[in-house]
């Protein structure tokens, strides 16, 4: 699924709760991540690519336009 089609394959939501977490540890968990996932994409520079775009279209915005939402920063 992605933001495009949500709308529609997805349930209403009443909420949403966006967990904060400062970058460098996010930076670590990915680091740590990556010594077993096996994933081509957890490294340094790709973990960049997310985070930017996480902040361009950070999904708290995203379900705070849909209608009726609250979306709550913890």
Known sequence: MNSAN????SPQLK?????FCPLEIS???????????????????????RHQKFLKEGVHDF???????ECHEV
């Open 63 to 69: 379900f705070r336009r849909m209608s009726e939402l």
């Open 6 to 9: 949500y709308d529609t394959q």
């Open 27 to 49: 930076r670590l968990r990915v680091a740590k991540r990556a010594l077993t996932s096996g994933r081509y994409n957890d490294n340094t520079e790709e973990f960049e690519k």
């Open 15 to 19: 909420a949403a709760l966006h967990l």
